[in-house]
């Protein structure tokens, strides 16, 4: 703009460069936000590791009172075919009480109470044609192997329950997988998975 | 003291350079010419002792880095290698390791005496922030740098760190995901922590210049905690602090090549020889020794995010220090009650290291006999950390009588006796 302009506006109103100042800025800024993203976004979970995968136990393997650690999408779990004691010791609980009693199971609703039935593989799907054992299906629990407080995997067999005692800050699970004492907040979590045979459990 | 440049360029290049870059002249002003309290102590050769530390890590890491592979299958096998095969290999990761430790150490004595004689209060307040900030980039370097081995510690450490964001309400879950690149620790994360392993050192680097700059505004403080006044009351930085600094850093030197030479992996964990294992959690996990007192301040809340809050939050009232001590005498020389509440916070801070290595079920020796275990050792001790900063500092400032103090630094060092100008530097 020339002198003249400037003159004329006096410097006081609104003028065409006031208009690019705040144009150019905002684009900037705008556009400088924009790039940003890439930048960030860039360390969330890429593709291939987003795939979907699915993993694959044979539960006749597994005598009673057995437990083993599988790994599904990229985590550990815990399978375990508890024998009727251990199933029978989860069930003296006072579900009310617990310190979570939500079930913390994809395979039913949200909020459901943590009762020993709710948090076995009784709530897994059936593919069709299969007919599963419930009283067997009682005994077998899933459950995600790290510990709810910072992800720790509890020792079995520990613990004040004899289940799982996370040695990192101490935090005792029983043999329903819930969360009984320690600074842990919840219940170890319940993948999804469906029985595609009698004694084949699929997690995913 | 940033006062009048005393940079009398004598050779003709000398006189080229600083008409174009003075480089020289902002050395020379800073390190040769630079006016120091004469009655620095030994307390005050850690910033030195420091520096050294910083350049001894990124030497050593970066050779390291030539031989290290950032791989979930070769990272646990390449430190091996590192160990047994690369001419020196040994020596140099055997440095790296033990240097971050004697690094720690010197940053906990430099604080400390900071915390003693009162150097975080006016006019020295983004000095000591800027302080603040190197201790945090230090804890993220040593925490990342951790993970390399890819032992069991490094595994479950960085599992547990990682996890503590997701403490965070609704967007822990998504932030601790993007922290991994996946839905646990795994390649993905090993490889960025390696590249911001790399990375953080230079942050530091770049922060320790402004920490330099803003601690030759005011200048340093010293052991009376009483300013400058006259030229009497200082001496040059050269000879008389290079000498003393570099004496002390030969003692810190011999120290460090103990370790280095005689029980390297006695600071360590004997787990992080053992590949990583994501199925397997080690009986026993605990962080280096360093961390161990904010360790047991987060399990000395039986809350998540509580506990999480609050370690943070030990690291965080750090900052806002300067604002918190209402005392205007800045050396607890002359503060007949802060000194032994300062000794308390002390011997509070290494119980807390203690309590964050045991299990937090065991007795307390002796006091385990009354049935005192380690979480409710560690408990007490938090909730003296917080005390001293939130309420002993603020209040002792109204109801403590400060001891008279000397009327000058020379007078403290003299009784007042120098009576011409301080002396010129030795020949
Ligand atoms: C603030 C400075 C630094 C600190 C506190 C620090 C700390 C650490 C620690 C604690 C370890 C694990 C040592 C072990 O148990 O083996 C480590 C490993 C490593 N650091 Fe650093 N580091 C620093 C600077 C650097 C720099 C500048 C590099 C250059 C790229 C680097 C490269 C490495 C590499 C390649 C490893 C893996 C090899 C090993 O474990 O010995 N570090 N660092
Ligand atoms: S990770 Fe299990 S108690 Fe903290």
Not at chain 1, 69 to 80: L, Q
Not at chain 2, 295 to 310: C, H, N, S
Request: glycine content about 10%; hydrophobic content about 50%.
């Amino acid at each position: 703009m020339t002198d003249e302009t400037q003159a004329v506006d006096g410097g006081e109103e609104t003028t065409r460069r006031d208009f690019i100042y705040i144009a150019a800025g905002g684009t900037a800024a705008i556009g400088g936000a924009l790039t940003l993203w890439p930048f960030i976004d860039q360390m969330n979970p890429a593709a291939d590791t987003l795939a979907e995968a699915s993993t694959e136990v044979n539960l006749a393997a597994l005598d009673e009172g057995v437990g083993i650690t599988v790994m599904f999408r990229s985590r550990p779990h815990f399978v375990r075919r508890r024998t009727a004691a251990e199933v029978e010791a989860a069930a003296e609980a006072d579900v009310n009480r617990l310190p979570d009693s939500n079930a913390r199971n994809v395979n039913i609703g949200d909020g459901e109470l943590a009762t020993v039935d709710n948090r076995s593989a009784l709530t897994a799907a059936v593919a069709d044609g299969v007919t599963v054992d419930e009283a067997f299906a009682r005994t077998i629990l899933v459950s995600g192997a790290n510990c709810t407080h910072l992800g720790c995997v509890p020792t079995e067999g520990a613990g004040e329950y004899d289940a799982w005692f996370c040695p990192c800050h101490g935090s005792h699970y029983d043999t329903a997988g819930r969360i009984r004492r320690g600074p842990a907040p919840e219940n170890l979590p319940i993948p999804p998975m469906t029985f595609t045979a009698p004694t084949t459990l699929v997690l995913g | 003291m940033s006062g009048p440049s005393t940079y009398d360029p004598k050779t003709g290049i000398e006189r080229w350079l600083d008409s174009r870059l003075p480089i020289i002249r902002l050395g020379y002003d800073s390190f040769v010419d630079f006016p120091t309290p004469k009655n620095l102590n030994y307390w005050y050769t850690f910033g030195g002792i420091l520096t050294v530390c910083l350049m001894i890590q990124i030497l050593t890491g970066i050779v390291l880095a030539m031989h290290y592979v950032p791989h979930v299958d070769y990272a646990f096998a390449s430190i091996e290698r590192i160990d047994r095969d690369v001419n020196f290999g040994w020596l140099l990761r055997n440095i790296h390791a033990v240097g971050a430790s004697m690094f720690f150490l010197a940053v906990y004595l430099h604080i400390f005496r900071g915390l003693y004689y009162g150097s975080y209060k006016a006019p020295r307040e983004v000095l000591w922030i800027l302080g603040v900030v190197i201790y945090l980039l230090m804890m993220a370097a040593a925490f990342l740098g951790y993970v390399l081995p890819w032992g069991q510690m490094s595994f479950w450490g960085a599992t547990v760190i990682t996890e503590l964001f997701g403490a965070i309400p609704l967007v822990g879950g998504p932030i601790t995901e993007w922290l991994w690149g996946g839905f646990a620790v795994g390649n993905t994360t090993l490889n960025r922590f390696f590249s911001l392993h790399y990375l953080i050192p230079f942050l530091i680097a770049g922060v320790v210049g402004l920490h330099v700059w803003a601690l030759h505004v005011p200048g340093n403080n010293n052991p009376t905690g009483i300013s400058v006044k006259t030229s009497n009351d200082t001496l040059p930085f050269h000879p008389y602090y290079t000498v003393k600094d570099g004496f002390a850093i030969a003692v810190f030197l011999v120290i460090f090549a103990a370790f280095v030479f005689y029980a390297p992996d006695v600071l360590g964990h004997a787990d992080n020889y053992i590949e990583a294992d994501p199925l397997v959690t080690p009986a026993h996990i605990v962080p280096e020794w360093y961390l161990l007192p904010f360790y047991a301040i987060l399990r000395a809340v039986p809350d998540k995010l509580g506990g999480v809050i609050l370690m943070f939050g030990a690291i965080g009232v750090l900052f806002i220090l300067p604002w918190l001590d209402t005392s205007k005498v800045r050396s607890m020389r002359y503060r007949p009650m802060a000194k032994w509440f300062f000794v308390g916070f002390l011997i509070a801070c290494l119980g807390l290291g203690w309590a964050g290595a045991e299990l937090p079920d065991n007795p307390v020796p002796i006091l385990g006999a009354v049935g005192i275990d380690f979480l409710f050792f560690g408990r007490v001790l938090t909730l003296y950390y917080f005390a001293y900063f939130l309420v002993i500092l603020p209040v002792l400032g109204f109801v403590e009588k400060p001891k008279e103090r000397p009327a000058s630094i020379d007078a403290a060092v003299t009784g007042g006796k120098s009576a011409a100008p301080a002396a010129a530097p030795a020949e």
